[in-house]
């Protein structure tokens, strides 16, 4: 069974400290999770209509629900087909999450790194990984795969030894948690430039 972390639906806070310009700012931590508990409590029961959702949530169905789904839906948890949902299992997701398709990460993965920007590149890759829930080992070894298949560590200029070497160095940035937008931006500018 998937593994959440009940992300603020709009600034993706994992506490109570919202940012300022969220739409939930002021929403305690417990608020937030008991939306998506709600949601997930019937989402494991199997496939489920849409409306149907909506009306067996305990409480009333609000704005923090609606983009709890939402939130849900984007990150790949949750499947959507002519009205039903249906919670992805952990191997699904595993196998959605492992091809970003938003940019700036599809860029990233689809071209892979070049020189000028590979500090940033595995950089995102390895926050992405660790932002979309999976473990160190899962993504140690899809990011090894990516430096690989990607033909980013062929191009060279790297410092380390191996692609294993390298992404164990970025094991701060699985830990840490830190976000993956802003070296992804930078990253993909670079890429740009060079195809």
């Keep these: 069974m998937p593994q959440f972390d009940y992300p603020c639906p709009d600034c993706r806070a994992t506490n109570s400290l919202h940012d300022a310009d969220c739409r939930f ?45 939402d939130r849900l839906k984007r990150d790949g948890r949750v499947s959507e087909a002519n009205g039903t949902l249906r919670l992805l299992t952990a191997e699904e997701f595993r196998e959605e999450v492992s091809e970003p398709t938003r940019e700036p990460m599809k860029t990233i993965y689809r071209h892979g790194s070049v020189p000028g920007c590979h500090d940033n590149a595995v950089f995102a890759m390895v926050a992405w990984y660790e932002m979309v829930g999976l473990s160190w080992s899962e993504t140690r070894e899809k990011v090894i795969s990516w430096l ?48």
């Design 25 to 69: 700012e002021g929403t305690t931590w417990p608020v937030v999770e008991k939306a998506y508990v709600d949601l997930v409590v019937q989402l494991t029961t199997g496939p489920v209509d849409e409306d149907d959702l909506q009306e067996s949530v305990h409480g009333d169905w609000d704005n923090l629900h609606r983009a709890a789904l």
């Design 148 to 195: 690989e298949e990607s033909g980013a560590w062929s191009r060279g200029g790297f410092e380390e030894a191996t692609p294993a070497q390298l992404v164990d160095s970025k094991r701060h940035v699985y830990e840490a948690g830190y976000g993956w937008k802003e070296k992804a931006q930078s990253a993909k500018r670079v890429i740009d430039r060079h195809r």
